[in-house]
């Protein structure tokens, strides 16, 4: 009779299990077979007496290139003209980084250009009260 639990693994709702091992297992899932979005990985464990666990794990899969958008929201309310920017970059081939591409440049928020603004006023004002102060 075995002695260690048997380890099922599923992904989504296949019926044929992607693996099967005794417990303890170590496994490395390979993303890059399954297509971007959301998946379950479905763990099925026997012990040797015939009980079942089950533990569902769900996550989702991006492979792909990543998309960034500046400008547009998710369920934004809209009208009019929209600027937008769109970046769309690859991860590589993960042994190389790739630096052209990997950075979306977005513009400045209007909370630093208030903060620029009141700093060069202040400048300004600190200007003036030091020449009233000190005539040549």
Do not use: C
């Not at 044929?16 to 297992?25: D, K, R, S």
């Not at 769109?86 to 042994?95: D, E, L, V």
């Amino acid at each position: 009779m075995k002695e260690n639990s048997t380890v099922l693994l599923f992904i989504d709702y296949e019926t044929q299990p992607l693996a099967e091992f005794e417990a303890p297992v170590n496994f490395e899932l390979d993303t890059r077979k399954l297509p971007d979005g959301k998946h379950t990985l479905r763990i099925v464990s026997k012990d040797p007496h015939g009980k079942e666990g089950l533990r569902i794990v769900p996550f989702e899969v991006k492979n792909g290139p990543a998309i960034s958008i500046d400008g547009l929201h998710e369920h934004a309310i809209v009208d009019g003209i929209i600027p937008l920017m769109i970046n769309a970059y690859s991860k590589g081939n993960q042994k190389k980084f790739m630096i052209t591409g990997s950075e979306t440049p977005k513009s400045i928020p209007s909370w630093m250009w208030i903060l620029l603004i009141g700093f060069f006023a202040w400048a300004l004002y600190y200007f003036a009260t030091y020449i009233s102060l000190n005539p040549a």
